[in-house]
Structures are given as structure tokens and as C-alpha cells.
């Protein structure tokens, strides 16, 4: 069965180094999401991405998370200058076609758990 | 904008007896939502989905919900518990778009033997 990867499993980092959480979503998939869970609070969503381009953002993605699609399969979120307040699991999630009557489950990678130090 | 609210943030059931896990949604439009569960140091399985069709949904492991839009609710029940549904249970909302979904502080369910 086609499943969403993320690597790494785990990333250990100092403040102010820079990180990139890489995940690969399924192969037909179109739409792409980052989402983290601090640890014992709720999953809150980061981006959605479609089409090479941000469709959603929250507030917590400010100027130093970006995301791509740099070559047509893995999907990255980058933290630019990491702080000790973005150690989370961050989760990677795509989708197929969108919309009313189309497919629209999430599926979900396994988790890429960051600790800032 | 989209919300959920899961009114429980643990739930206690012995083996053997049923599960009921509340969520209530606030949505301006016929919302989409979804229930996942997490089980320890894994990442998110969707259990089942509302998307405007029957409005009790089957998923998977003997899962259930209801959409009651007279309540803004879509209430998670099982039959018979498990000690294998010992996890924690998300209640989640999507936008109209299906750009940003929402989801809810979690349920943990114990599963007593």
C-alpha cells in the first residue's frame, strides 16, 4: 500500500542551525501539507501546498519556514533559524484530487520528531 | 472560520464496553470532517470521514460516527472496546477548500482490562 515517508525520524539541532524535514508523499498525490504537535498539545496546521505554490498558510509559518517541491517527488519544510520553541513532530501529509465528491483523506507520514537544543 | 471542540481529554472504558468520544464542530458551511487516531510514538491513521454523503459513517476497527448537523456534532463510538484502541483520537474539520484542516486538542482513550 502506498504510504507518505518522512526523514529523518529524529533531528537533534542547536538554536539558530538551520533544518530540513524531508518527506516524500505518494506518487499521484497533488496536494501537501506540514503540520507539527508540540509535545502533549494538538496537531496545528503549518502550510498546504499545490501546484508549486502555498495554498494555505497559518500564522505560525512566518519568515523562517519555507517549503518546496524541489524535484517532483520529496517535499521539504525548512527552518531557517531554528529556536527551542519549534522542537515538535512535524508530520507530512498529502492528498489526491480535492473537492466535492473527489478524494480527499489525508494521509499521513510518519512523523519527523525535532529537538532544538 | 472552522473549529472543533472535543469536549473529553481522557476517556476510561473497560475491555468489553463501549467507547463514545464527543467532538462538536463550528463550520459556515456543510463542513468536511474526519476522525484519526495516534497510537503512541505513531503517526496519524484516518479512522473514517463525513464528506455530505450518509451521515453515519463506518470506518475502520469497528469505528463509528454520526453527523448530526441539529448539533454540530460527530460523536466516535465503538461497540466494544479493545485494549488495542488504547490511543489518542483526533477530531478534525476541513476548510471549504480542503486547504486547511482543523484539528481538535485530542481524546486519549485507556482501555481498562
Known amino acids: 500500500e502506498p504510504e507518505v515517508t518522512q526523514t529523518p525520524s529524529h533531528q537533534v539541532t542547536q538554536m539558530g542551525q538551520e533544518v530540513i524535514l524531508r518527506c516524500v508523499p505518494i506518487?499521484?498525490?497533488?496536494?501537501f501539507y506540514w503540520y507539527r504537535q508540540i509535545l502533549g498539545q494538538k496537531v496545528e496546521f503549518l502550510v498546504s501546498f499545490y501546484n508549486n505554490e502555498i495554498s494555505e498558510k497559518s500564522e505560525i509559518f512566518d519568515d523562517q519556514f519555507s517549503v518546496e517541491r524541489p524535484d517532483g517527488s520529496n517535499f521539504t519544510l525548512k527552518i531557517r533559524s531554528t529556536k527551542l520553541e519549534d522542537s515538535a513532530m512535524y508530520f507530512c501529509?498529502?492528498?489526491?484530487?480535492?473537492?466535492?465528491?473527489?478524494?480527499?483523506?489525508?494521509?499521513f507520514g510518519p512523523g519527523t520528531r525535532l529537538t532544538v537544543l | 472560520a472552522q473549529s472543533v471542540t472535543q469536549l473529553d481529554s481522557h476517556v476510561s472504558v473497560s475491555e468489553g464496553t463501549p467507547v463514545l468520544l464527543r467532538c462538536n464542530y463550528s463550520?459556515?458551511?456543510?463542513?468536511?470532517l474526519f476522525w484519526y487516531v495516534q497510537h503512541p510514538n505513531k503517526g496519524l491513521q484516518l479512522l473514517l470521514k463525513y464528506t455530505s454523503a450518509a451521515t453515519l459513517v463506518k470506518g475502520i476497527n469497528g469505528f463509528e460516527a454520526e453527523f448530526k448537523k441539529s448539533e454540530t456534532s460527530f460523536h466516535l463510538t465503538k461497540p466494544s472496546a479493545h485494549m488495542s484502541d488504547a490511543a489518542e483520537y483526533f477530531c478534525?474539520?476541513?476548510?471549504?477548500?480542503?486547504?486547511?484542516?482543523?484539528f481538535g486538542s485530542g481524546t486519549k482513550l485507556n482501555v481498562k482490562p
Open positions: 501529509a498529502s492528498t489526491g484530487q480535492l473537492g466535492l465528491g473527489s478524494y480527499n483523506e489525508q494521509f
Open positions: 506518487s499521484n498525490h497533488l496536494y
Open positions: 478534525v474539520v476541513s476548510d471549504r477548500n480542503f486547504n486547511k484542516f482543523y
Open positions: 463550520s459556515s458551511y456543510s463542513p468536511s
